[in-house]
């Protein structure tokens, strides 16, 4: 049973994780597939908004760019912006967790990107790990251009990590300004 705001409780997480565990332990490999799996697979959620909240999200434009399947990018526009911030979400939240911050944001004139990571809100797959996360956000700063801040939550924060060195993934981004949330 999912708690308020939709997640759910971590003992009944931690049920389920020890029960696969104990299942699949006189086979590794099948438990090892199992568990991998497990954390591939983002469940589906909903996160309600709040009285001014709904207003905030209607008023942002979303459009889509493609790196190894559709990553939605919602974007807040102000007319003179001081600032642009990327928001990166953690694992299986979307973008709505920032509502609250977007308006915040835009209150001081800065121009709010938030980004819904693979297999997260409104972006499409169905599998979600750190490498994905990673090419999603580099394709989504080719798409977009600079930003003076990126702000990630949990897995959000390792991503943007992420995309601050070089790799396989990609070149090292500069940007003027990273925070990390719960990392």
């Known amino acids: 049973q999912p708690n308020r705001a939709g997640y759910p409780r ?3 997480v931690l049920s ?3 029960v696969a565990i104990h299942a699949t332990t006189p086979f590794p490999v099948i438990g090892r597939a199992v568990v991998l799996s497990v954390f591939r697979l983002p469940p589906p959620r909903t996160i309600p908004l709040e009285g001014d ?3 905030v999200w209607e008023a942002r434009s979303t459009h889509v760019v493609e790196a190894r399947g559709s990553v939605a990018v919602h974007t807040w526009r102000v ?3 001081r600032a642009r911030v990327m928001l990166v979400h953690g ?3 979307n973008a709505r967790v920032w509502t609250r911050h977007v308006l915040s944001l835009r209150e001081r004139d800065i121009e709010v990107l ?3 990571l693979p297999a997260h809100g409104a972006s ?3 599998f ?3 490498v994905r996360f990673v090419q999603a956000l580099h394709a989504v700063l080719d798409d977009v251009g600079p930003v003076d801040a990126l702000v990630g939550h949990s897995a959000g924060a390792a991503t943007s990590a992420g995309v601050l060195t070089d790799s396989a993934l990609g070149p090292a981004r500069r940007v003027p300004a990273v925070v990390a949330l719960g990392a």
């Open 10 to 12: 971590p003992m009944d």
């Open 16 to 18: 389920a994780f020890r």
């Open 53 to 55: 909240q709904s207003a």
């Open 79 to 81: 007319s003179s912006p």
């Open 91 to 93: 694992w299986a939240m």
């Open 114 to 116: 938030a980004v819904d």
């Open 124 to 126: 499409g797959g169905h």
């Open 128 to 130: 979600a790990d750190g």
